[in-house]
């Protein structure tokens, strides 16, 4: 018997046990097919760097659901209340952003048990807590492919700021905020009260291994490493 955490809840602490009769799929790259007239095999195929979303299928057991004065709403707010979209499976660390999920039948089995199903929909890959944020300088990416990471700017002078990875310049214009916020997998550029900034050249990313990363103010970077399910 395993557990799942939803909205910061652990699902054993509601008497909903995970059983482990369970599989995650392997993230799989999407690879597109364009016609091509006059070419023998009549196609062509090219893979666009990003990966399709997950689904799969998690069963549940609550036994003695009557002695557990567990109800139907109790499930139901258990897997629905939206505070997050988190899911962790049998850990602590690791999650997965929900896309989407469905609750299926609930079974009453022998012994006063109910059984019932979940399937997720989920991005490709996990995601590690990160409590502390990283500095400029070597910048390790421990995941399994590049990842978009989370940049946050202290600028108290005022100048216009500039982070520069890997070699590639990434500039934000008519920057007057002191706190702003790079985020790089939604591509935008935001501080505190929610104003948006304009940028020049491609938001950063972290490719696999060592990465070389500086910015001309005060920085600290959330890394967003991807991993598999293992």
């Given at each position: 018997?395993?557990?799942?955490?939803?909205?910061?809840?652990?699902?054993?602490?509601?008497?909903?046990?995970?059983?482990s009769d369970y599989s995650i799929p392997v993230a799989k790259e999407t690879i597109e097919?364009?016609?091509?007239?006059?070419?023998?095999?009549?196609?062509?195929?090219?893979?666009?760097?990003?990966?399709?979303?997950?689904?799969?299928?998690?069963?549940?057991?609550?036994?003695?659901?009557?002695?557990?004065?567990?109800?139907?709403?109790?499930?139901?707010?258990?897997?629905?209340?939206?505070?997050d979209d988190k899911l962790f499976i049998n850990n602590e660390e690791y999650y997965y952003t929900i896309v989407n999920k469905e609750l299926g039948s609930l079974n009453h089995t022998k012994g006063m048990a109910v059984e019932f199903s979940v399937t997720f929909k989920v991005r490709p890959f996990l995601r590690k807590v990160e409590n502390l944020p990283t500095s400029v300088g070597e910048v390790v990416n421990?995941?399994?492919?590049?990842?978009?990471?989370?940049?946050?700017?202290?600028?108290?002078?005022?100048?216009?700021?500039?982070?520069?990875?890997?070699?590639?310049?990434?500039r934000i214009e008519n920057q007057r905020s002191n706190k702003i916020y790079v985020d790089c997998e939604r591509k935008i550029v935001y501080d505190d009260e929610g104003t948006n900034f304009k940028t020049q050249g491609e938001f950063p990313k972290l490719e696999l291994g060592s990465n070389t990363v500086t910015c001309n103010v005060d920085c600290k970077i959330f890394k967003k490493e991807l991993f598999l399910y293992w």
């Open positions: 018997m395993g557990y799942i955490i939803l909205n910061g809840i652990k699902s054993t602490d509601k008497g909903i046990l995970l059983l097919e364009i016609s091509v007239l006059g070419r023998q095999e009549g196609t062509l195929t090219y893979k666009t760097g990003t990966y399709k979303d997950l689904s799969f299928t998690l069963n549940f057991i609550i036994k003695n659901w009557k002695r557990a004065k567990i109800e139907m709403k109790d499930i139901l707010n258990f897997v629905f209340l939206d505070f421990n995941g399994v492919v590049p990842c978009l990471p989370l940049f946050e700017l202290n600028n108290t002078s005022g100048q216009r700021v500039t982070i520069t990875c890997n070699g590639q310049e990434f």
